[in-house]
């Protein structure tokens, strides 16, 4: 269930769509009527990808956080393995002072450490977990239609609603709101 913040004096809206072309083409006719895209959520059982529906890319910001924790952890490893052995030198049996194979395992692990742990909270900081407001849903949505849930002034409803009823939306609903 999606999130869609409401702004004041706006009312919220659902288009229900039997297929995928009708709501690409109402999310475009929505846009040419100045509906912006943060006032629009698609709602869908089937995860569609952003271009099929006309809408924009959401660029994520868990790679750079997980690649961020695995340098991290590349850091750590490499002072546990590298720094710490030549502030405290003990000789022990000739041996160098850092040995190589050792090393690159103990590097290689904290390394992917760094890596699970940094996605596991990147993921949690991604979601908005936990999410506090208010979420849209109909149960239409789990039978295989496409929801386009949007928000807009009470004077352009009218004119939004005969546009998308044009454009193949089955029905347009007051979606019911769930809060958690």
Do not use: C
């Not at 659902?14 to 959520?41: C, P, R």
């Not at 030198?89 to 090393?103: D, L, N, S, W």
């Amino acid at each position: 269930m999606n999130t869609l913040s409401v702004k004041e004096n706006f009312v919220v809206r659902m288009a229900l769509f039997d297929n995928v072309d009708s709501a690409a083409e109402s999310i475009a006719k929505l846009k040419e009527a100045g509906i912006d895209d943060h006032d629009m959520t698609v709602l869908s059982g089937v995860p569609y990808p952003e271009h099929v529906l006309g809408r924009p890319m959401t660029w994520e910001r868990l790679p750079l956080i997980a690649m961020s924790g695995a340098g991290v952890g590349f850091l750590i490893g490499l002072f546990l393995n590298v720094v710490t052995p030549l502030l405290y030198p003990i000789r022990v049996g000739g041996q160098p002072f850092v040995a190589i194979p050792p090393t690159i395992v103990l590097t290689y692990e904290l390394t992917m450490m760094g890596l699970i742990v940094s996605t596991f909270l990147g993921v949690l900081w991604e979601s908005t977990f936990p999410s506090f407001g208010p979420k849209y849903y109909d149960i239409h949505i789990s039978e295989g239609e496409i929801g386009v849930l949007f928000q807009v002034t009470p004077s352009k409803l009218k004119h939004l609603t005969d546009l998308l009823q044009v454009y193949g939306a089955k029905s347009i609903i007051e979606p019911e709101e769930w809060r958690l």
